[in-house]
């Protein structure tokens, strides 16, 4: 994708979602060209790191269970869900990142029903799912994330469980370089202005949020959901694949991921 420039400024929830809609639709493909391999058709891999669903059981067990993917790509996670016995929907903001599933479906003879839609404001009934789950889908990319975890409250019965994972909040105050030059911080922890791609006509073409670990909890508990649990993944030895800023070198020193675990009470 072509960028004019990078701007740290205020982004509103329409430009974000409207800039975001237009990066992964144009990114999709070299996307899963490059990552398709690490997460696999049908894989739940929560984060760079690689730590796995199937070893992690962060969701516990998914048999017979109503699950909700937020933010799916291309359906790894939620393919490899229906795998193991649950009855999933999964959603994307990106039209393109939605053919790439339809695409392994077509290769695997498998079947995830997925939707078009904004995590902000979710296509569905209340309480119609027991678990969701989000491997960095959305929640990064959006303005208001206390608006998504409230529709994920909404969305989930009595009991029901949320887990996501995001970049670690200590990642933004250092530059996003895998090398020697990722660690040494160059910016303050406390600074929440956005991230900001501009294209050659001026607009936004990609927003990334920031929030502070004291951010993330208070989403949460603002929402309505109980946090249970937080998983900061270490990097694994013998791991040597490098993702943006995700290194063995940065990963050895400075966490890349967290990873929420909530419940609706």
Same mark, same amino acid.
């Given at each position: ?13 329409? %430009? ?45 067990? =998914? ?25 999933? =929907? ?24 997925? !939707? ?19 491997? @960095?889908?959305?929640?990064?990319? =959006?303005?208001?994330?206390?608006? !998504?975890?409230? %529709? ?11 887990? @996501? ?19 040494? &911080? ?10 900001? %791609?501009?294209?050659?006509?001026? %607009?936004? &073409?990609? =927003? ?14 603002? &929402? ?42």
């Amino acid at each position: 994708m072509d960028v004019a420039g990078i701007d740290r400024r205020r982004v509103g929830a329409e %430009e974000t979602s409207r800039a975001n809609r237009g990066w992964w639709d144009g990114a999709a493909d070299e996307y899963q060209a490059e990552h398709g391999d690490f997460l696999r058709d049908s894989g739940f891999v929560w984060c760079p790191e690689g730590l796995d669903e199937a070893d992690a059981r962060l969701l516990g067990d =998914v048999v017979g269970r109503d699950v909700l993917e937020i933010g799916c790509g291309a359906g790894q996670c939620g393919r490899w869900l229906v795998g193991q016995g649950a009855r999933v =929907v999964a959603f994307d903001l990106s039209f393109r990142q939605l053919q790439h599933s339809h695409r392994i479906d077509l290769d695997s003879a498998s079947r995830l029903p997925v !939707v078009q839609a904004d995590a902000e404001v979710l296509p569905f009934a209340d309480g119609s799912f027991d678990l969701s789950c989000s491997a @960095f889908g959305a929640l990064p990319f =959006v303005a208001d994330p206390g608006a !998504v975890l409230s %529709e994920v409250r909404r969305v989930l019965r009595p009991g029901g469980r949320l887990v @996501f994972s995001v970049s670690h909040p200590i990642r933004w105050a250092f530059p996003d370089d895998p090398g020697p030059a990722g660690l040494t &911080s160059d910016r303050s922890y406390f600074d929440r202005s956005p991230y900001v %791609e501009i294209g050659a006509d001026g %607009e936004a &073409s990609y =927003v990334e949020h920031h929030r502070t670990m004291a951010d993330w909890v208070g989403h949460i508990v603002g &929402s309505g959901l109980v946090l249970r649990g937080l998983t900061e993944p270490e990097w694994p030895r013998g791991h040597e694949r490098e993702w943006g800023g995700w290194s063995p070198l940065r990963g050895r020193l400075l966490p890349g991921t967290a990873i929420f675990t909530c419940v609706r009470a």
